[in-house]
């Protein structure tokens, strides 16, 4: 008889050991999560014992070498890039979005695609690099010194618009087919189709891209640090200098000791919560989407 | 005028913005960056800060981390997606806790990353600075879009293979093999394309996990700077390091697109291999 | 070429025997023992049932047609057999399957024991994304063939079995999925018989194929009677009739699936017991 009936009897078990590895490995993959968030707070511990959290935003001013540890200016230079980039990137992504789907002849659709996925795969530094060498000195001559929150905003807007315009391609390409033949048959222009049918019916997935965009604008680091000046200061218009949560963490942590390496790693507990909350309410989005 | 027009319009010119940034971007580096890059640029160490000088050391250092990251995390990467996909059932807690960690992970801002990897990596593991510690932040971040292309590739292996093995009394290990794999290899090379080009274009993560120094490593225990940090360190901090920085831009976005299209071609001819051979 | 199957007493050494030569009915069945034994079979679907009490044989060596409307849970029926069912999210199987002096049902049972002795057919044909050759080869290997030229054999036996041979034979190694539909569902079986199963459960083999495709495979199934234990579901009347020895009726009732009349396929479309039955196979309902 040709069968060898030790490989049929060890079935089970070649499949069940193989479930206990892959089980290993999950788990492993899941606890780095867990782990970034323990070492984070044991890290953060020793400044978090006796200073409370209200001074991180009532403290005069950030200098932690004379124990001072007000980080709202800061924050207020994160929130304030974000936003304006969110601002910016959103109604180019959706356009852009729509402009492969309902506009562009599919070959140039194709391309326009590639595109967008070639500026993501571009590294920060560079997008970063290309703000201070050419962006900078044009908008300096606008107003100096050039560095500033509105260079900021706009690397930053470049570089979160493809996420927008990938997420909303996705979304759109979830439209029923039957919504936009129902929205033909009725003699719709192409703009009233869209703005009436298209849109509506995608803006869950189309809320979840702009979640995802301002994830990562928050936590942008490289390239706002390039651009934005750095200094510590609420901005008194959009040519000031600025200095952003996570452009600080990038400059200090190279010299930072005790209570001052604890206290940047309080900015980064609180990048992170800024950034669970949103995703929290992308995947809340997303769920909304679902349901439709 | 209508707004189906001014619609129109607009639309157009959004495009026409994005492509045309997209080139002036591109004319912009490749104008720079030609200046200075030359074979002696590739390879030669860099010289007074990297003002003068080349880059090889730079560059060897950042195909090490890259070469770690992808080392540790696409075995962890693949395990993971084939349980999520082949093992537990959609709505197990399990298989629903870790995929929720895993979309939280990807999220992470890389400066967290690097904080997380100088107090975990260098200072609780003891690895230092070094391109171990660098390597393994870098896995980290890697690891969710490893795991997010696997997995798609796996659910879109159509179901009837998995019957149909089954049917032949062929294990699940066997059908995954021979069959989900090979069909999933696609989105797999994907995502490791996806997972190179995330771990070469990281620099937060890495000034405090690999370090700054430009010598060529020696061991993966050596402190060494990625091409990414060497283009900050010149833009930042060494007056009159453009030319040189504008040069080590071009080489890391043409390195980059370089390894996407290797991982391409080798893919199209692994399928074909598997169609015939054991 | 030997076929050594006395028609009553059949064990499993006989049936190994049958590996030599192009394929060749075995004897016709005419004392039928039954060899799978369903009793009290339900199955359900998270809170849904999908078939309720199902019991009945299906015999040696016979050709046993299952037919009725869609969604009355024939293919279910058949994934119960094999226990592929296993793979199927939320589903839930009560009752007992007797298969030679195995318990079906039982969790410690080795399934690739079973399903390597009950083959299964699927309505699309399913060749893997490999060569043809190597369609048939993996699954031997996986059952630890090792010798090529053993696996070689194998391969062409089955293929000739399935009148694929001359079809296929200069082309052993391009890839099986630019055979047509036919000759894919023909691969299949071929792949089903390279592990000398004893029952072939088909799941509709002919209704994803053009017509002349589905008579080449239908004679096919024809051949394979005496020598395989034929399951076969199929929504064609008339190639049930054509075809089968034995024919089961499966309806909804209350949203469940269950068994309304089992027999003789001549009894079953000529003179059936039951008025369901008789208003379907007259075409009336469903």
Same mark, same amino acid.
């Given at each position: ?17 193989l ?21 984070l707070i044991?890290?953060?511990w ?12 009532s ?8 124990g001072?540890?007000?980080i709202?200016?800061m ?25 492969c789907?309902?506009y ?18 571009i ?20 107003h ?6 509105? =260079? ?5 807007t ?30 719709? =222009? ?26 990562r604008a928050?936590?942008e680091?490289?390239?706002i ?22 452009a ?12 001052h ?5 309080v ?26 | ?10 639309i157009?010119?959004?495009a ?43 560059v060897?250092?950042? $195909?090490?981390?890259v ?17 999520l996909?082949e093992?537990t ?10 995929e929720?960690?895993?979309?939280v992970?990807a ?37 969710p ?11 879109s ?5 998995r019957l149909? $093995? ?7 290990? $066997?059908?995954l ?17 996806l997972?190179?080009?995330?771990a ?54 043409l ?6 299209s290797? $991982? ?15 | 070429m030997?076929v ?5 007493d059949?064990?499993?050494?006989a049936q ?9 009915s ?19 679907y998270g ?6 009490n ?16 869609? @969604? ?12 592929l ?9 009560? @009752?007992?399957?007797?298969?030679? #002096? ?7 049972l080795?399934?690739?024991l ?8 699927f ?9 043809v050759?190597?369609n ?24 000739? #079995?399935?009148?694929l ?11 099986a ?5 036919g ?12 592990l000398q199963?004893?029952?072939?459960l088909? #799941? ?10 589905? @008579?080449?495979v239908? #004679?096919?199934?024809l ?15 008339a ?48």
């Open positions: 008889m040709i069968w060898s009936w030790h490989n049929i009897l060890s079935l089970s078990r070649t499949d069940s050991i479930a206990a590895l892959l089980r290993l490995c999950a788990l492993l993959s899941a606890a780095i999560v867990i782990l970034i968030l323990l070492f044991s890290e953060s020793p400044v978090l014992q006796h200073v409370p959290l209200s001074r991180f935003i403290d005069a001013s950030w200098h932690p070498a004379q001072l540890y007000n709202a200016p924050l207020g230079a994160t929130l304030l890039s974000s936003l304006g980039a969110v601002l910016l990137a959103t109604p180019l992504g959706i356009a852009s979005a729509l402009f789907h309902y562009a002849p599919t070959a140039l659709a194709i391309w326009h695609r590639r595109t967008i996925a070639l500026l993501a795969g590294p920060s530094v560079v997008y970063g690099f290309w703000g201070l060498t050419t962006l900078a000195p044009l908008i300096g001559r606008l100096p010194p050039g560095v500033s929150l509105l =260079t900021g905003i706009v690397v930053l470049m570089m979160i618009l493809p996420t927008v315009a990938l997420t909303v391609d996705a979304a759109l390409a979830g439209v029923p087919a039957a919504y936009l033949r129902g929205a033909a048959a009725l003699g719709l =222009t192409r703009w009233s189709m869209i703005n009436g049918v298209v849109l509506p019916a995608a803006r869950s997935g189309i809320a979840s891209g702009i979640m995802l965009a301002a994830v928050i936590g680091t490289m390239a640090l390039m651009v934005a000046g750095n200094v510590v200061q609420y901005p008194d218009s959009l040519f000031a200098s600025v200095r952003t949560l996570t600080n963490i990038a400059l200090e942590m190279a010299y930072a000791m005790g209570d390496r604890a206290a940047l790693f900015t980064g507990l609180a990048l992170l919560a800024m950034v669970l909350l949103l995703v929290g309410f992308a995947e809340f989005f997303k769920q909304d989407a679902a349901h439709v | 005028m209508s707004k189906d027009f001014l619609a129109t319009v607009m157009w010119l959004t026409l913005l994005i492509s045309g940034f997209f080139l002036y971007l591109l004319t912009d580096m490749l104008i720079h960056g030609l200046d200075r890059l030359s074979w002696a640029y590739l390879l030669d160490a860099p010289l007074d800060a990297g003002r003068s000088g080349g880059i090889a050391p730079i060897t250092a950042t $195909a090490i981390l070469l770690i990251a992808i080392i540790v995390a696409a075995p962890l990467g693949l395990a993971t997606a084939v349980l996909t093992f059932r959609q709505k197990s807690h399990f298989g629903r806790f870790v929720r960690s895993l979309d992970l999220s992470v801002p890389s400066i967290i990353f690097g904080l997380f990897g100088n107090a975990f990596f260098c200072l609780f593991l003891g690895l230092g600075f070094s391109l171990l510690s660098g390597g393994l932040t870098l896995a980290c971040m890697a690891l879009i490893l795991i997010r292309s696997a997995v798609e590739g796996l659910r292996a159509p179901d009837e293979y149909a $093995a089954a049917a032949l009394g062929m294990t699940r290990g $066997a059908a093999l021979h069959l989900l794999l090979p069909t999933a290899a696609p989105a797999l090379a994907a995502g490791l394309m997972g190179i080009g995330r070469g274009a990281e620099t937060a993560a890495l000034i405090f996990t690999s370090g700054y120094v430009d010598r060529m490593p020696e061991s993966w225990f050596d402190s060494g700077r990625a091409l990414s940090v060497h283009i900050y360190d010149l833009a930042m901090n060494v007056p009159g390091g453009d030319a040189s920085a504008h040069a080590a831009a071009l080489v890391l976005v390195l980059l697109f370089t390894i996407n290797i $991982a391409m071609g080798l893919t199209r001819r692994w399928q074909r291999g598997r169609i015939h051979s054991l | 030997k050594s199957m006395d028609d009553t059949k064990n499993s050494e190994q025997s049958y590996t030599l030569g192009p394929l060749q075995g004897p016709h069945c005419c004392d039928p023992r039954p060899l799978i034994s369903v009793t009290d079979l339900s199955l359900h809170a849904k049932t999908a078939l309720e199902v019991s009945l044989d299906i015999y040696q060596g016979c050709i046993t047609a299952l037919i009725g409307p869609s @969604g009355c849970g024939k293919t279910s029926f058949l994934s119960a057999l094999n226990r069912t296993d793979m199927l999210p939320g589903c839930h199987v009560s @009752g007992r399957i007797r298969f030679n #002096d195995l318990d079906v049902c039982d969790p410690d080795d399934v690739r079973l399903r390597r002795d009950i083959g299964m057919i309505q699309k044909p399913v060749p893997f994304p490999l060569s050759r190597r048939i080869e993996l699954p031997l290997r996986e059952h630890g063939m090792r010798r090529q030229a053993e696996i070689d054999a194998v391969v062409q036996q089955v293929l000739q #079995d399935v009148g041979w001359d079809e296929v034979k200069d082309r052993l190694n391009s890839p999925q630019a055979l047509s539909g000759q894919q569902q023909r691969l299949c079986i071929a792949r089903a018989l390279a199963p004893k029952v072939l088909m #799941d509709e083999p002919c209704s994803a194929l053009d017509p002349i495709a589905s @008579g080449v239908e #004679d096919l199934i051949r394979l009677q005496g020598r395989y234990t034929v399951v076969i579901v199929t929504h064609n009347l190639q049930a009739r054509r075809i089968a020895n034995y024919a089961g009726f499966l309806w909804m009732r209350e949203r469940t699936g269950r068994l309304i009349e089992f027999g003789q396929c001549r009894q079953i479309f000529e003179a059936p017991a039951h008025a369901l039955t008789a208003s379907y196979v007259n075409g009336e309902r469903g």
